[in-house]
């Protein structure tokens, strides 16, 4: 068979293109039987491959135990690949690791500096606690190695022993130091070093305050920009516990920041002086002054327009640092800052919001997110042009929707990500300190309103939603509607407008999208629970009811057809649980049209697999059915007959629902509720539960639903997306030809068309009552002069003749009561927007400040959240960020915990220095041992000695035996007198073998005292 | 601390995967298609770094992390380079200096070209045993140890003889438009603003 070298699968990758795949698998096959050849370079060649197939993501961790052979190859080539394929492909769970040890500590002690080398670089792939135990004692000696590259690489491989055993770093801590104090050590290894120690800096950095003097040195006249950036990275860290430190670095880094032509060093220092508090307050004051601006005044001219894009980026990390230090500082560079968040770069932008987002107060976030919103509208208005463009080349008439060519998706303008990310930080900054810097609601409810259209349609839930981190899976769009429930909840003044938004959300979604296509907008179920809440509120119930009930059969997610289903009966009881209106024929027959659609629709779901919609959904409807039949029951009220409705519609439902109000809880507030005494949670609920599961388990009929559970459970449902928008929307991009307020610039650049139109018409009304406003001209009807003269025609109509009036008798109070309906929309707008109330969240004793209420702009309460906002769900992100272990990331917690400073206490708690104690009391102990056993053998043998024959007859009778056949042999052709003569001569020669053989043993006892063999030899002879 | 570096040319292949951490093949290679998709759709004149691929940004860094300390273990910055058909990438924590490691990236490629004379991709794919040789003269465990260009080459000569592209191979096509030109117009391209002098 001829084989391929590495060579050959390369080339023959590169001519099988189009069916690499079949290839590859050929290639495996043949890998997977050469690599169990016993021919070393067959199997080290059959690794290489396999090496490269794993770049291109073809696990090999089924060849783990081959590694390990080519690992302990004669040749060093071969080795190279054994060591190569081990930390390309050994995972945690790797197990042939522990059969690595012995030779990982040969190949540690060999004596060409190549192969020493292939085990101190490959340890940081491979090590765990124990193998970093085994091996420390091999790999310490290598730090004073004659060959410089062998004592750098060391060094690095023993902070990553340190990394996961920590106890390490105390053995090897004094050899290191030694090292990194003998300025004749090689430059190379220095700068390891230092690397190595601004690793651990920031750990501990109070441990390595004694080393100043040495680092400030390097710093002064080591020459070399990659260690100075890593000293002054350190010396940042060192700084704060050390304030003496700062005088003596300020002449040395302002000389850098002034000379230096390097740029990184430049920015280095930069960041190390505002970072290491330098620019903190104290003597000195006008030196540091001078530091201070000429930093901040090089970083703003990085962030500057026309600068170096990179330069730009860091400019913006460094003030993301500074800002938690100087808040002050930064803001000064507001400016310039806010000029990055329209960059180009998406890397910047970010950069410049994370910044952003620390910033903003009641007087730029208005400003800010208009700016942000105006990023993402043209960004959606250009997908969706994108998404017309192919609409149009596809000349479907099917839908107008234009939802289709999810691959279009990718070469948006913004990336979905981004868009997500950017919504998200809108909602985190104005709901920042329950609402603190939101003046304007209304504005806030429209921007919500938008983005709501803007929002991406949800990913469909991937495989890695459930096993890894759940806070990732919240859809964007679910907390923008949360966003506006807590709107609606929490700021009572606003409620009206907030639930008029989610009513207009609603129906949009339903006269938007295609009946046949599922919803699968996480909004839907916040909005369900506002217009539900207060559909008393609602503008009209009906309509939003049969959207509802349009919207209910199309829901894809559990959660929210819950959610849903419980709006419909509160919707319900609003609509016909009025108890005034009279119960005529009309109002029977449509309430039970209702009532049996009600029913209809709610009815597929009293099987539904999810055990909550199923529950509600079957409450529901026995409780419409009984009411139907009551409703059914009670005659109609003739003219002379006044009937009432039936008790169970206009009091029974709506009572379910009505009551107290709902208030926000704070998330916290579960934990405060006390337990009750008589309350054992671990108790089981039937002691015998499992069998009676199990009988029911048995008892239970085949049932037609079978399949839907499967299909619920077993099956993922397909993906969709949702463009929730009229076509109409992205076929006119006409700009509006409105002209703007002073007091909302540039707000139609960034909201649609329809909700500015709204907006306006809004602000018309509410201002129509305060003289001072002028209308929009274009708008108002025929060219009256005045405002006054305005409202008198809106509200007398107008063939009314204005002049017949006095104006005198105008009475602007009445005029506001005159429009009963409007007046509960826009009760006291003005007044409310001077102070709103934003209900803080309700809680338990023992977290403090429960006093109810918070205004904006008031006193910031740190640790205020609404239920859901972005905020909590960054913290809860955060709080579980301990716990769950980054990807790619180190784990260099447990060296915090390690102090290298107390050396004065050898014998406690250093299990390395015990381990090699216990080593040597072990080889005492085994030297004693065998020392012993020595003598009793020879006390044995002397006891033998002196007995004489008996004790070992039988060896001596053989060996007798054997002499005589030898004899006889060698005496072959003699005649049989002389064998019986030799025979009894040997009777009497006996006692002759046996001293020969005395002798003999005494040598080998003699050659055992000398070395400390084996004991087997010893042994053996008896 | 560096977590990562890695080479992929033009069309996402993987030329070469270093991970400082043990980490799933699988998840290795949604990482790079991750960071694949974000450097490609880079406009020109964009900056050397990426933002955080999902992978890395769900479990990572949020805005308001906790504390800084914590924050210097998570990896936090992917910077980039682009020469002829390839992309360098190195992931890093935030203790590493973003200008630096533009430069380090620099350096390994003049390495590389330094060993196999005007490199281009043909090269790295038939050797990429050199490859991982070079990046572990300059890189143990995550931690920079040289940075030196004559020490860097002379430690990767020292473990055997550097082969050339095979002879036959030399169509040049694709991958042959000379990543050491590119190397060399680095510093220039750059601006001057990267220029490392004492080094």
């Given amino acids: 068979m001829f084989e391929k070298s590495l060579y050959d699968l390369i080339r023959g990758l590169r001519n099988h293109k189009g069916n690499e795949k079949e290839y590859i698998q050929n290639c495996l096959k043949e890998c997977r039987s050469e690599i169990r050849s016993p021919d070393m370079d067959l199997k080290a060649t059959a690794l290489l491959k396999l090496i490269y197939l794993e770049m291109n993501g073809h696990d090999m961790s089924w060849a783990s135990f081959h590694v390990l052979e080519v690992m302990s190859s004669q040749k060093y080539h071969q080795k190279r690949v054994g060591y190569l394929g081990a930390v390309q492909s050994f995972r945690p769970d790797t197990d042939v690791l522990m059969m690595a040890t012995n030779l990982l500590k040969k190949d540690l002690a060999s004596s060409h500096p190549t192969t020493i080398t292939l085990p101190i670089v490959a340890l940081p792939h491979l090590v765990t606690p124990s193998l970093a135990l085994s091996l420390l004692g091999d790999l310490l000696p290598r730090l004073t190695h004659s060959h410089a590259s062998i004592k750098k690489k060391t060094v690095v491989t023993l902070y990553r022993l340190a990394l996961v055993y920590p106890e390490a770093l105390r053995a090897a801590w004094p050899k290191i130091k030694e090292r990194l104090m003998d300025k004749d050590e090689d430059p190379s290894v220095t700068a390891a070093i230092v690397n190595v120690v601004c690793e651990l800096g920031w750990r501990r950095p109070q441990d390595f305050l004694p080393l100043a003097p040495r680092l400030f040195e390097l710093l002064v006249d080591g020459g070399n920009n990659w260690m100075a950036i890593k000293l002054i990275k350190l010396f940042a860290t060192l700084t704060p516990l050390e304030p003496r430190l700062v005088r003596k670095l300020l002449p040395p880094l302002t000389n850098l920041v002034k000379t230096t032509p390097a740029m990184s060093l430049l920015y280095e220092c930069i960041n190390g002086i505002i970072q290491g508090g330098i620019l903190g307050d104290g003597e000195d004051f006008s030196a540091r002054e001078e530091v201070a601006s000429l930093c901040v005044s090089k970083l703003r001219g990085m962030v500057s327009i026309n600068s170096d894009p990179n330069l730009k980026y860091v400019a913006l990390l460094a003030f993301n640092r500074i800002v938690t230090t100087h808040p002050m500082l930064v803001a000064e560079q507001e400016d310039v800052i806010l000029e990055c968040i329209d960059s180009e770069d998406i890397s910047i932008r970010i950069k410049a919001l994370d910044l952003v987002q620390g910033m903003v107060s009641s007087d730029n976030l208005l400003s800010i997110v208009s700016r942000l919103m105006r990023q993402l509208k043209a960004s959606s208005s250009a997908l969706a042009q994108q998404q017309d463009g192919q609409e149009d080349l596809d000349d479907s008439s099917e839908d107008g929707s234009g939802r289709r060519a999810k691959s279009q998706e990718q070469t948006a303008p913004l990336p979905d990500d981004y868009t997500i990310d950017v919504i998200g930080r809108i909602l985190g900054m104005c709901s920042q300190n329950n609402y603190a810097n939101v003046i304007d609601f209304d504005w806030y409810i429209d921007v919500l309103t938008q983005l709501v259209r803007i929002a991406p349609p949800p990913s469909p839930r991937d495989l890695d939603s459930d096993s890894s981190s759940s806070p990732k899976s919240v859809d964007i769009s679910e907390r923008i509607g949360n966003e506006l429930r807590n709107v609606a909840v929490k700021v009572k003044a606003v409620r009206p407008a907030a639930v008029r938004a989610a009513e207009l959300i609603i129906s949009r979604l339903s006269t938007d999208t295609v009946s046949s296509r599922p919803v699968v907008t996480g909004a839907l179920k916040p909005l369900a629970f506002v217009v539900g809440e207060y559909a008393f509120q609602l503008s009209s119930p009906d309509d939003t009811l049969r959207n509802m009930l349009g919207l209910v059969p199309r829901v894809d997610y559990p959660e929210v057809l819950a959610t849903c289903l419980q709006s419909i009966p509160k919707l319900f009881a609003h609509v016909a649980g009025d108890d005034r209106a009279l119960w005529t024929p009309e109002r029977k027959s449509s309430l039970s049209l209702l009532m049996a659609r009600v029913i209809h629709i709610l009815e597929p779901f009293a099987q539904h697999p999810y055990l909550e919609v199923q529950e509600r959904a079957v409450e529901f409807i026995e409780l419409l059915r009984l009411t139907a039949e009551a409703a059914s029951g009670q005659a109609p009220s003739t003219d002379e007959i006044q009937q009432d409705a039936p008790l169970l519609l206009t009091q029974a439902i709506p009572s379910l629902f009505t009551g107290w109000e709902l208030n926000s809880v704070a998330p916290g507030a579960q934990y405060n509720v006390p337990i009750p005494s008589g309350l054992d949670l671990d108790e089981p609920i039937h002691p015998n539960l499992g069998s009676l599961l199990s009988q029911a388990d048995s008892l239970m009929l085949p049932t037609q639903g079978d399949d839907e559970f499967e299909v619920y459970y077993n099956q993922r449902p397909a993906p969709t997306s949702i463009y929730s928008g009229p076509a109409i929307e992205r076929l006119v991009d006409a700009p509006e030809e409105v002209g703007s307020s002073y007091q909302q610039a540039g707000e139609e650049s960034y909201l649609d068309a329809d909700i500015v139109a709204r907006r306006k018409a809004e602000r018309r009304e509410r201002n129509k009552d305060d003289p001072f406003y002028i209308p929009d001209m274009s708008s108002s009807r025929t060219g009256t002069s005045t405002p006054i003269h305005n409202i008198l025609q809106k509200e007398n109509g107008p063939d009314l003749d204005i002049d017949a009036i006095p104006i005198m008798s105008l009475d602007l109070e009445k005029l506001s009561v005159s429009g009963p309906s409007r007046h509960q929309q826009s009760q006291h707008p003005r007044q409310a927007r001077q102070k709103i109330v934003i209900e803080a969240d309700e809680t338990l004793g023992g977290s403090g400040g429960n006093s109810g209420v918070s205004t904006p702009g008031g006193a910031a309460r740190p640790g205020y959240d609404s239920e859901n906002n972005s905020d909590s769900f960054n913290l809860s992100k955060t709080a579980k960020k301990p716990k769950q272990k980054s990807l790619l990331q180190f784990n260099s917690s447990v060296l915090g915990g390690l102090s290298l400073t107390d050396e004065q206490r050898p014998d406690d708690g250093f299990a390395h220095e015990r381990q090699q104690k216990e080593e040597a009391e072990m080889a005492l102990a085994m030297k004693e041992v065998q020392r012993l056993r020595l003598e009793m053998q020879r006390a044995n043998e002397r006891i033998q000695v002196a007995q004489g024959v008996p004790s070992e007859g039988v060896a001596v009778v053989k060996k007798k035996k054997k002499k005589t056949k030898t004899v006889v042999k060698a005496d072959e052709g003699e005649e049989g007198v002389v064998k019986k003569k030799k025979k009894k001569v040997e009777g009497g020669g006996g006692e002759g073998v046996v001293t020969k053989k005395k002798k003999k043993k005494a040598a080998r006892v003699v050659k055992l005292d000398e070395g400390d063999g084996p004991d087997g030899e010893g042994m053996g002879g008896e | ?199």
Avoid at chain 2, 24 to 35: A, F, G, N, P, V
Avoid at chain 2, 41 to 68: D, E, K, M, V, Y
């Fill in chain 2, 1 to 199: 601390m560096i977590n990562a570096f890695l080479v992929f040319n033009g069309q996402g292949q993987p030329r070469l995967t270093k991970f400082y951490t043990q980490l799933e093949t699988s998840i290795q290679q949604r990482l790079i298609s991750e960071i694949f998709t974000l450097v490609s759709n880079r406009a020109p004149g964009s900056c050397n770094f990426l933002p955080l691929p999902p992978l890395l940004a769900a479990s990572g860094t949020s805005s308001s992390s906790s504390s800084a300390t914590e924050q210097n273990d998570v990896p936090s910055l992917v910077t980039y380079r682009h020469y002829a058909t390839l992309y360098f990438i190195v992931i890093s924590t935030s203790t590493e200096s973003p200008l630096a490691l533009i430069d380090l990236i620099q350096v390994y490629v003049e390495a590389l070209d330094r060993l196999f004379e005007n490199v281009c991709e043909l090269d790295l794919i038939f050797n990429f045993e050199t490859l991982h040789a070079t990046l572990g003269e300059m890189i143990v465990g995550g931690v920079v140890i040289e940075t030196n260009m004559e020490r860097i080459v002379a430690g990767v000569r020292a473990q055997g003889a550097v082969a050339k592209r095979p002879v036959n191979e030399g169509s040049r096509g694709g991958g042959g438009a000379g990543l050491g030109a590119m190397a060399a117009a680095g510093f220039q391209g750059m601006g001057g603003n990267f220029v490392w002098h004492g080094r």
